[in-house]
């Protein structure tokens, strides 16, 4: 099948009380990995595109790796998404260039500012078959060329969402209760603010949210990191609960990048002590991309729940 919007990913995904999951690419490996989950699990999937991943690896290169995922796993429902656009003119760009789905994130606009630049991506898209994201609030970490300082992080208030979504046209909305970007997610105990996911959907009834900063950093593979030479101490991600909990309310995507990230780093540092006269990249490349496989299964069954949804 082609590249599908995320239109009937969510509807599905609301009604049924369940997330889509939203992994990050960057290169062949982790698309694979993430693509043999979704065959495996049965699950959706979004694969989305940062704006660091464009500059890495080229919008054409990701587009025609996409391409042969789609090839390969024709039975998964795949829609190509661009993970934190920031103008009109990227949105733009990736629309033209084949992706299914954008986020134009204009967060850091006053509110006004932030619904202009929208609704000039939502008419530009919607004329073009391509759904829209946009985000209200802000969350703090570093992701890319995002970086917002905890100070300066804002909570979405619940009573702006109606008017954003209604003069706006987006088709999902990303709002901030908590999470963050980046492995460093909390210092204290973890938490969410469930009660403005909760005002929110009750102001937007049906509408599907979507939570950014979502990883969990998983223990095992922070500790693999630090075993194998790596130092990270300290990191520490939002709980898998929290995050299930969320998907069986309006939170009908989930992004996830940095467990995919230190799952990819984990095998690699794990293979190069044990194997040091090893130089082929597929040698090392083939456990990393083991890694986001069984990632990306643990993460559809356990915490997004889309599992065995085609």
């Known amino acids: 099948m082609p590249l599908v919007t995320t239109t009937e990913m969510f509807k599905k995904a609301y009604e049924g009380g369940y997330a889509i999951g939203a992994f990050n690419v960057n290169n062949m490996e982790i698309i694979q990995g993430i693509v043999e989950a979704a065959q495996q699990e049965k699950a959706p999937v979004i694969l989305q595109v940062s704006a660091g991943a464009r500059k890495y690896a080229k919008h054409v290169y990701l587009t025609k790796l996409v391409e042969a995922a789609i090839i390969d796993a024709p039975e998964v429902p795949i829609a190509l998404h661009l993970d934190h656009g920031a103008d009109f003119e990227i949105c733009k760009a990736c629309i033209d260039g084949g992706f299914s789905s954008v986020m134009i994130d204009g967060s850091h606009h006053s509110f006004e500012d932030n619904i202009a630049v929208t609704k000039?991506?939502?008419?530009?898209?919607?004329?073009?078959?391509?759904?829209?994201?946009?985000?209200?609030?802000?969350?703090?970490?570093?992701?890319?060329?995002?970086?917002?300082?905890?100070?300066?992080?804002?909570?979405?208030?619940?009573?702006?969402?109606?008017?954003?979504?209604?003069?706006?046209?987006?088709?999902?909305?990303?709002?901030?209760?908590?999470?963050?970007?980046?492995?460093?997610?909390?210092?204290?105990?973890?938490?969410?603010?469930?009660?403005?996911?909760?005002?929110?959907?009750?102001?937007?009834?049906?509408?599907?949210?979507?939570?950014?900063?979502?990883?969990?950093?998983?223990?095992?593979?922070?500790?693999?990191?630090?075993?194998?030479?790596?130092?990270?101490?300290?990191?520490?991600?939002?709980?898998?609960?929290?995050?299930?909990?969320?998907?069986?309310?309006?939170?009908?995507?989930?992004?996830?990048?940095?467990?995919?990230?230190?799952?990819?780093?984990?095998?690699?540092?794990?293979?190069?002590?044990?194997?040091?006269?090893?130089?082929?990249?597929?040698?090392y490349l083939t456990p990393a991309r083991d890694a986001v496989r069984e990632s990306v299964r643990h993460k559809i069954v356990e915490v997004l729940g889309c599992n065995n949804k085609i």
């Open 120 to 283: 000039k991506v939502v008419d530009y898209a919607h004329e073009r078959g391509v759904t829209v994201e946009g985000e209200l609030g802000r969350l703090a970490g570093v992701e890319d060329d995002v970086k917002v300082a905890a100070d300066d992080a804002l909570y979405t208030d619940p009573a702006e969402v109606e008017e954003f979504v209604s003069r706006t046209g987006v088709d999902s909305l990303a709002i901030a209760i908590g999470t963050s970007h980046g492995a460093f997610k909390f210092k204290g105990e973890p938490h969410l603010r469930f009660d403005i996911l909760e005002e929110v959907s009750k102001r937007l009834p049906g509408f599907p949210i979507v939570l950014h900063g979502a990883s969990s950093v998983i223990p095992e593979y922070v500790e693999m990191i630090n075993q194998y030479g790596g130092k990270i101490d300290g990191a520490q991600g939002v709980p898998e609960a929290l995050l299930r909990k969320a998907a069986t309310m309006a939170v009908c995507k989930i992004n996830i990048d940095s467990d995919i990230r230190l799952g990819v780093t984990a095998a690699l540092r794990k293979y190069m002590v044990e194997h040091p006269d090893h130089f082929d990249p597929r040698q």
